[in-house]
C-alpha cells in the first residue's frame, strides 16, 4: 500500500509522512504568529482585572483579523508545544473565556478536546475553542461556496438536502426547491445560475427552511451565512457554469462526484477552471449509499491521481471525524487542503461532518485585504439587472473595491458608445434585507431612480467619481491554451472572453510568434467585438469555444485612438457629464 494510499484510508499500521496531518494525537503545533485569528493560551486561571481586559482587548484583535471569527488552543505553548491541562484547570480556563467573550458580545463553543498522554500516567487535556462575533458593521458572515460536478452526480439534491434539513427520497425531491425553470423540473438538470443559504447562529447551530420560512427570517437568525452558487453541470451549459464561477466570486469550489462513476464528464474542465481562478477547491464523493466500498476505494484513488495529474499541489484529505472536519476549515486557505467529504443525500451519511466544515470556514477574504480595498475607489462590477416594479432598475453585483453607502453617486459604464453615466444610489440590500452599506468582497443589490433598464448590462461597473474611467476595446494577456481540435490557434480567431462579470466574444488580432498551441504559454492580443469593457491589469481570464478553452491573465490595456468612445452623456442629476471615458 503506498503512502497516498494510506493518508486517503487512514491505515494506522502504515503512517505515511505527509506534510499535513489531521491527528488528534499530535503534542505539537506550528508557532504562534503575531497576525491571523489563531491565539495559543496555556491556561487562564483566575485573572487580576487588569489582566482580564488586556486578554478581552487581545480577543477582539483576533476577531478583527478573522472577520469576526477566532479560534483559541488552550493548553497551548506560544511555540505550540500542546502540554495540556488537567481537567479542573482547563474548565477554569473555559469559563474565563466565556467572561472575556460575553464583555465583547461573542459567542463560544468547544469544537475539539484533545488528551495529551505522559509515561508516568499523569494525562492532560486541551481544548480547541471557536469564538464568534458579527462585526459591527455588518449584518452576517458570509462565505460563498460556487457548487460544480458533472451532471447527475446529485449536486442540487445536495444542496436541496442541506438547506432544507431533510434527506432525498432518492428520486430528487429535495432538489424541486432549487430549480429556477419548469424545464428544470422535468429533465432534473441545472441551466441556470441559482443561488441558495445556509445559516449558523452564534452557537454554531444550523438554521434553515427545516425551521424558517423565508430567506429575510434565516438572514436575521444568523451570525454565519453561507451561500451556495448552484451551477450546471451538463456541457450544454458549460458557458453559463464558466460565467458563474467567474461573475459570482466564491471562496471555495464545491465539486462533487458520484461514488459510481469518478471523476467524468465535466469533471475536469470544472477542476481546471478553479484552479486557474485560484479558488480553493474541497471535494465531495456523493452517492456513497449506492456504492461498493471497492468502488468507493477506486473512485478516492483516481481523485487522488487527478490531483497530481492536474499539477495541483494540494494535500488530499478525506474527512472522518469532527476534529478532521474542523482541521480542514482551519488550513484549506493556508495549507492548500484539499478535504475529501464521501456523504449521500439519501441516507444521510457523512453530512454532519459537511455541516462542521461550513460552520467553521472563514472567508478567503483577509481583514488586512479588506482594510486596504476599503481605502481605494469604489469598482462594483454587475452580474445582474432587474425591473423591480415600485423601484426601478436594480443591479446586483459584487464590491471588489470601496464602500458603497445609500445616496453616493457613482459612474456607471461603460456604453455602447464607451461613456459613463452618473447615478445616485437610492437603496442597497443584501439577502434581500435593507442594509446602509456595501464593503468589499460582499455581494449586494443597489438601485437607483436614474438608472435605465435598456441601458444597463450584465458586464458593466459601477466606478466611486475619483476612479478612473476606462473603456477597453482591446488588450493584451499572458495566454495559457489548455485544448485545441487543432495543432493550434493563429490570429482571426474567435472565442469567448470570460472577465469578472464580463462575457463577450472577442477575435484574437495579434499572437507572440504567430501561432498558440496546447501547453503553451504567450503573449496573445483580444478585440471586443461588440462594446467595450471595463478592464484592469492583472485581471484573470477564462476563455473557451466550443471545446477550446483556456485560462490567462491582463497584462495590458491597449489604446484604439483617441478620438473614440468620446461621446458626451447627459447626466440626469449633475446636468452635462463632465467626466470623460479614458480610451485605452
Known sequence: MDESFCFLFGDDDEAPDLEVSASENTNQLPPEVEEGNIEYKLKLIDPTPARLTQLVTQMKWRLREGRGEAIYQIGVEDKGNVAGLSEEDLDSSIDTLKEMAERLDATIKVIRRRTIEYEHGDDRVSAEVHVRKVPDDQQFIEVRIAVTGHMEVGKSTLLGVLTHGETDNGRGRARLDLFRHLHEMKSGRTSSISQEILGFDCAGNVVNYSTMRKTEEICQASSKLITFIDLAGHPKYMKTTVFGLTGQHPDITMLVVSAACGAVGTFHEHFSYALALKVPICLVVNKVDVCSKEQLKKTLIQLQDTLKQMGCDSVPLLIQSEDEAAFAASKIYTLSVVPIFTVSAVSGHNLELIIRFLNLVLPK???????????????????????????????????????????????????????????????????????????????????????????????????????????????????????????????????????????????????????????????????????????????????????????????????????AFKVPTINPVLGPDTTKPHSV
Open 365 to 563: 477574504m483577509t481583514q488586512p485585504e479588506v482594510e486596504r480595498r476599503e481605502e481605494a475607489p469604489i469598482e462594483f462590477h454587475i452580474d445582474e439587472v432587474y425591473s423591480v416594479p415600485g423601484t426601478g432598475t436594480v443591479v446586483d453585483g459584487y464590491l471588489k473595491e470601496g464602500v458603497i453607502r445609500e445616496g453616493d453617486f457613482i459612474k456607471v459604464g461603460p456604453a455602447e458608445d464607451g461613456g459613463y453615466k452618473h447615478v445616485q444610489i437610492s437603496t442597497i440590500q443584501r439577502k434581500r434585507a435593507s442594509c446602509r452599506w456595501v464593503r468589499p468582497g460582499q455581494v449586494a443589490c443597489i438601485a437607483s431612480k436614474q438608472l435605465n433598464r435598456d441601458s444597463v448590462r450584465i458586464g458593466m461597473v459601477g466606478l466611486g467619481l475619483d476612479k478612473e474611467c476606462v473603456s477597453c476595446m482591446e488588450f493584451i494577456a499572458d495566454t495559457y491554451l489548455i485544448y485545441h481540435t487543432t495543432n493550434s490557434i493563429t490570429s482571426k480567431f474567435r472565442l469567448t472572453v470570460y472577465i469578472n462579470s464580463i462575457r463577450q466574444q472577442a477575435i484574437v488580432v495579434d499572437i507572440e510568434d504567430d501561432v498558440l498551441e496546447p501547453g503553451n504559454n504567450k503573449k496573445v492580443r483580444f478585440r471586443f467585438t461588440r462594446h467595450p469593457e471595463y478592464l484592469s491589469v492583472g485581471a484573470k481570464m477564462l476563455f473557451r469555444e466550443g471545446t477550446t478553452k483556456g485560462i490567462g491573465t491582463v497584462t495590458k490595456l491597449v489604446s484604439v485612438g483617441s478620438n
